[in-house]
């Protein structure tokens, strides 16, 4: 795959599969990966938890019970706790044997078919934190991915932290809700390569000081055409979908495909 800085210069409107293809899928499963790899989608984003016993998995909140049957805090289970629950029926019955996955099996499908997206979640600057960080970075040097990844988080601390142990990973800041700092503000302060804010945040003005700092801009949630249209029209180069086939069908209409020069 060429790396993913290169596409995002040549694809006028990069398609990331918010948790996977989490509109028809149940999310941060398997089958939404999939799902978005099969309609062509240029990135997946996933979110991350670790287990109690150092399991690296794909999963969005820290509590089980809203994607899972079962209950309590991810983080004080083992793995062996958490990878016999069905992660799929609470989305649709047909979907019962999906599993929360484990990050390397959630690699070893995107790889070389999708860029990935790791969302961080706020996390506290320790020691735990680093060791964190460091094993996400084995398993992504282990299937040769860095170049295909991108890491974003609202919490900035943490792109900090990575570009000091790793300068040469990709990051996104997220901007915090409320923080009226211009975004060149935002992604110098914490040395991140790209910028991401929701639809309701972006603006006209926004948009110029990314253009002049050349900043690329990812926004989200975008699941309609109406709105995608909005956020071409401002310039946007980048859109976080739960719905990668439909957004693609629209590009498909713009003729504005993403000619998908990575597969």
């Keep these: 795959m060429i790396p ?10 990069v398609i990331c599969a918010h948790r ?47 994607t899972t049957n079962g209950t309590g805090d991810i ?47 706020p996390m506290d600057v320790s020691e735990r934190t680093s060791q964190i960080l460091d094993e996400v970075l084995v398993r992504i040097d282990a299937q040769e991915m860095l170049d295909a990844t991108v890491f974003s988080s609202f919490d900035h601390r943490i792109i900090l932290h990575l570009k000091s142990i790793r300068p040469d990973v990709r990051t996104l800041a997220l901007n915090v809700p409320g923080d009226t700092r211009l975004p060149h503000d935002v992604v110098s302060a914490c040395r991140a390569d790209a910028f991401g804010c929701s639809l309701e945040e972006l603006n006209a003005d926004l948009m110029e000081d990314c253009t002049q700092h050349m900043i690329p801009v990812g926004v989200y949630t975008i699941n309609t055409r109406e709105n995608l249209i909005t956020a071409i029209n401002l310039g946007v180069r980048g859109v976080v979908t739960n719905f990668p086939d439909r957004l693609q069908n629209v590009l498909a209409d713009l003729n504005m495909t993403s000619h998908h020069s990575h597969r």
Aim: charged share 25%.
């Design 75 to 121: 983080r004080e289970k083992s793995y062996d706790d958490v990878r016999t629950l069905d992660a799929g029926s609470w989305f649709d019955a047909r979907f019962s044997n999906e599993h929360i996955p484990l990050l390397d099996e959630a690699l070893a499908l995107i790889k070389g078919r999708a860029y990935l997206n790791i969302e961080l979640k």
């Design 4 to 13: 993913l800085v290169d596409t995002v210069r040549a694809t006028p409107v």
């Design 20 to 66: 996977g293809a989490s509109g028809s899928a149940p999310e941060n499963t398997l089958a939404a990966i999939a799902a978005a790899i099969d309609c062509g989608a240029t990135m997946i984003e996933i979110d991350i938890q670790i287990t109690r016993d150092n399991h690296i998995v794909v999963f969005h909140d820290e509590d089980l019970a809203r």
